[in-house]
């Protein structure tokens, strides 16, 4: 067997290094055949977060087994219907309070990925569990320039009282390297686009990126020349694929800047201080640019593994584009009342937009006769069942994406009562060829 391309082959220019997307030329060719082989196949991995719990009267479908008719709030998901799992009866007891007084909204965040019950404190003694993200980057990660990506769209604090007496790192964080080290998420599209797709050291990116916004140039347009040189080794769908790929990095870079500046302002810099960070105001543009730069990581085979919490659990933001002026967590105490409850199922479909488009970003993209879809494991969800019980059973997740295979789909699946999200997450270590004996509070593997 002999390889045309290396999969890590990538572009370089001025502090760039844009790594390629699969392309058929990377397929090992069989000498004595002629003919390309199937390349073996890459597994993504990625959980998503939002807060508050989820109107549950609208999430739940009515019955058990194939999917037929989806709730309502899954309803922007019906063109992936036979490519998801929704999973009923999972719990997470360590969200719970279990002799540690309030707190829900940070146990819930920090227990989601762990299993683990976080240590009350607003000090710097704080401490949950490795989380699952990172079990599987430690065995998945060599293979990638980033072992994981932890993104997001709220900002926080590593520190102070934010939730009844637990640190703000909890809410703050998603992802945990281990059980004292929570992984920061970062919330600026650009510095994602930049860590992607940029070379060198922090400051080396900060001063090419000066550079290329002072000479108002695109990270592309340090690396045409070896982009056209490498454009005449390869085949004619190769080509287009390598066209399309491009494109979409530059309109990612142009949405980049739109959000970033005021229209047809030029960008200032003074030399002794680094380029400006302003996040998109605008919700559903923030997350739409972080789900396509995850895409495009994926795509480039950049990392395998991402974590991206649509907002910090106890979030209190307001959607006055979708007519819910009134604060998320304040509406999510809606004691029955039926406008409040109205508002809330607004706010968790709106959230599941969001997520359709990610989804729907993944199924366009085609690797090696697949699409990223096909190849990943997505699991969305919440740490907290209602929002006004603050209950920790009856969780809403759904998984989306079959893993290469791996998992069987199109299926609603109700468990026992209280049956352990983190035995969910060991039937994924043991597809992906990372098993974990336990995990968390795991009592087994879960049967998906």
């Given at each position: 067997?002999s390889?045309?391309?290396?999969?890590?082959?990538?572009?370089?220019?001025?502090?760039?290094?844009?790594?390629?997307?699969?392309?058929?030329?990377?397929?090992?060719?069989?000498?004595?055949?002629?003919?390309?082989?199937?390349?073996?196949?890459?597994?993504?991995?990625?959980?998503?977060?939002?807060?508050?719990?989820?109107?549950?009267?609208?999430?739940?479908?009515?019955?058990?087994?194939?999917?037929?008719?989806?709730?309502?709030?899954?309803?922007?998901?019906?063109?992936?219907?036979?490519?998801?799992n929704?999973?009923?009866?999972?719990?997470?007891?360590?969200?719970?309070?279990?002799?540690?007084?309030?707190?829900?909204?940070?146990?819930?965040?920090?227990?989601?990925?762990?299993?683990?019950?976080?240590?009350?404190?607003?000090?710097?003694?704080?401490?949950?569990?490795?989380?699952?993200?990172?079990?599987?980057?430690?065995?998945?990660?060599?293979?990638?320039?980033?072992?994981?990506?932890?993104?997001?769209?709220?900002?926080?604090?590593?520190?102070?009282?934010?939730?009844?007496?637990?640190?703000c790192?909890?809410?703050?964080?998603?992802?945990?390297?281990?059980?004292?080290?929570?992984?920061?998420?970062?919330?600026?599209?650009?510095?994602?686009?930049?860590?992607l797709?940029?070379?060198?050291?922090?400051?080396?990116?900060?001063?090419?990126?000066?550079?290329?916004?002072?000479?108002?140039?695109?990270?592309?347009?340090?690396?045409?020349?070896?982009?056209?040189?490498?454009?005449?080794?390869?085949?004619?769908s190769?080509?287009?694929?390598?066209?399309?790929?491009?494109?979409?990095?530059?309109?990612?870079?142009?949405?980049?800047?739109?959000?970033?500046?005021?229209?047809?302002?030029?960008p200032?810099?003074?030399?002794?201080?680094?380029?400006?960070?302003?996040?998109?105001?605008d919700?559903?543009?923030?997350?739409r640019?972080?789900?396509?730069?995850m895409?495009?990581?994926?795509?480039?085979?950049?990392?395998?593994?991402?974590?991206?919490?649509?907002?910090?659990?106890?979030?209190?933001?307001?959607?006055?584009v979708?007519?819910?002026?009134e604060?998320?967590?304040?509406?999510?105490?809606?004691?029955?009342?039926?406008?409040?409850?109205?508002?809330?199922?607004?706010?968790?479909?709106?959230?599941?937009?969001?997520?359709?488009?990610?989804?729907?970003?993944?199924?366009?993209?085609?690797?090696?006769?697949?699409?990223?879809?096909?190849?990943?494991m997505?699991?969305?969800g919440?740490?907290?069942?209602?929002?006004?019980?603050?209950?920790?059973?009856?969780?809403?997740?759904?998984?989306?994406?079959?893993?290469?295979?791996?998992v069987?789909?199109?299926?609603?699946?109700?468990?026992?009562?209280?049956?352990?999200?983190?035995?969910?997450?060991?039937?994924?270590?043991?597809?992906?060829?990372?098993?974990?004996?336990?995990?968390?509070?795991?009592?087994?593997?879960?049967?998906?």
């Open positions: 067997m390889t045309l391309m290396n999969r890590r082959t990538a572009l370089k220019g001025l502090g760039t290094a844009i790594a390629l997307p699969w392309l058929e030329a990377m397929a090992p060719v069989s000498m004595a055949a002629g003919t390309a082989a199937a390349a073996k196949p890459v597994t993504r991995v990625a959980f998503l977060y939002v807060p508050n719990g989820m109107h549950m009267e609208d999430w739940t479908p009515k019955g058990v087994g194939t999917l037929a008719e989806l709730p309502s709030l899954l309803q922007p998901l019906k063109n992936f219907k036979d490519s998801m929704v999973f009923s009866g999972l719990a997470l007891d360590k969200a719970k309070a279990n002799g540690d007084g309030p707190g829900d909204h940070a146990r819930a965040q920090a227990a989601f990925l762990t299993g683990r019950q976080p240590r009350k404190t607003n000090g710097a003694d704080i401490r949950a569990g490795q989380s699952a993200d990172q079990h599987i980057a430690n065995h998945l990660g060599e293979s990638t320039k980033f072992a994981s990506l932890e993104i997001g769209i709220e900002p926080g604090r590593q520190a102070g009282n934010c939730d009844s007496g637990y640190s790192a909890y809410q703050s964080n998603f992802s945990w390297r281990n059980e004292t080290v929570p992984n920061a998420k970062e919330i600026d599209p650009r510095l994602v686009f930049d860590r797709f940029g070379n060198g050291s922090s400051k080396d990116k900060d001063e090419n990126r000066e550079k290329r916004d002072r000479l108002n140039k695109s990270i592309l347009d340090f690396v045409n020349e070896e982009a056209k040189s490498l454009n005449n080794q390869l085949g004619a190769d080509q287009r694929k390598m066209d399309e790929y491009l494109t979409a990095i530059r309109e990612l870079e142009q949405r980049i800047d739109k959000s970033r500046e005021a229209k047809n302002a030029k200032t810099f003074k030399p002794t201080m680094a380029a400006p960070t302003i996040i998109p105001k919700a559903q543009e923030h997350i640019l972080m789900s396509d730069l895409v495009l990581a994926f795509q480039a085979d950049l990392t395998r593994v991402v974590t991206f919490p649509f907002a910090n659990d106890g979030s209190n933001r307001s959607y006055p979708i007519g819910v002026p604060g998320h967590h304040e509406l999510s105490h809606h004691g029955k009342d039926a406008k409040k409850q109205e508002k809330i199922a607004k706010i968790n479909r709106y959230h599941i937009e969001q997520l359709a488009y990610l989804i729907g970003r993944l199924q366009a993209v085609k690797e090696n006769g697949k699409s990223l879809l096909e190849q990943s997505v699991v969305y919440s740490g907290i069942g209602d929002g006004d019980r603050h209950n920790h059973d009856e969780l809403p997740v759904v998984m989306l994406g079959g893993g290469n295979g791996l069987k789909t199109g299926r609603h699946m109700r468990f026992p009562k209280d049956t352990p999200l983190m035995n969910l997450y060991l039937a994924m270590f043991q597809r992906l060829g990372c098993p974990a004996k336990t995990f968390g509070d795991s009592t087994g593997v879960l049967s998906i």
